[in-house]
């Protein structure tokens, strides 16, 4: 099993879209393992985005991501990092198919609404800035109905 990281941004948690969201990935089969509201730090959003800090955007990245609650989260699955970023779709809501999170619900490039990781080294730096405490281990039960 692999844990990813899934943040609903400012901009969707303002838009009302945490329920539809978070149904998604349950319905896809995914184990949520951990999950918390806040109004990230400007030193935890700095963090989280450093690999972008010599571009253009990434004032505005920071800015955008600090000016309200976020919602952090962990799922776990198998391929979990691939199977929410398919989930979530491109970047750019009006390129994103359809389907997709963003492909449904986004219209634009910087209110995208939501981030996941993109490879098991990125998961791992976000789980442990986002969730320091740890994430929760326990058994879904309705995992034999999910994988073969």
């Known amino acids: ?39 990230p730090t400007e030193e935890l959003a700095r963090a989280h985005y450093d690999v972008h800090k010599e571009r253009p955007f990434f004032p505005g990245l920071i800015k955008f991501v600090t000016s309200g609650p976020v919602v952090c989260m962990a799922w776990q699955g198998v391929e979990a990092i691939t199977v929410a970023r398919k989930l979530i779709g491109a970047t750019n809501g009006r390129q994103a198919e359809p389907g997709t999170i963003r492909g449904d619900l986004g219209m634009d490039m910087g209110f995208n609404m939501i981030h996941g990781s993109d490879a098991p080294e990125t998961a791992a730096f976000e789980l442990g800035l986002w969730f320091p405490e740890g994430t929760m281990d326990w058994e879904k039960t309705m995992t034999q109905w999910v994988y073969e």
């Open 1 to 39: 099993m692999e844990t990813t990281y899934v943040m609903i941004k400012p901009d969707g948690v303002q838009r009302n879209l945490i329920g539809e969201i978070v149904g998604r990935f349950e319905r896809k089969g995914l184990k949520l393992v951990g999950m918390k509201a806040m109004v």
